[in-house]
């Protein structure tokens, strides 16, 4: 496979993917991922982990329709030209 654009926004789709389809109940919660675990204080900086764990609702939540779509042209354009 060449190395080209074209496989980079492939691989940037699929790591997109990845991170919408984890679920919090079923995955998350059982390696201490959960929504439970990111209580913290008032005041306190959210460390690394609470931030990972907004990003990752973010990105399931806004993602949810472009993705769909995004996967639906790679798929044409991978059943158009190979």
Request: net charge positive.
């Given at each position: ?79 158009l030209f190979g």
């Open positions: 496979m060449a190395f080209t654009l074209y496989s980079l926004i492939q691989a940037a789709i699929l790591c997109v993917n990845a991170v919408a389809v984890l679920h919090e109940e079923r995955f998350l919660s059982k390696i201490g991922w959960g929504v439970d675990q990111s209580v913290g204080g008032f005041g306190d900086e959210p460390g690394v982990k609470v931030q990972l764990m907004n990003l990752v609702r973010s990105v399931r939540t806004v993602m949810r329709v472009p993705l769909i779509a995004v996967n639906s042209v790679c798929i044409v354009l991978l059943l």
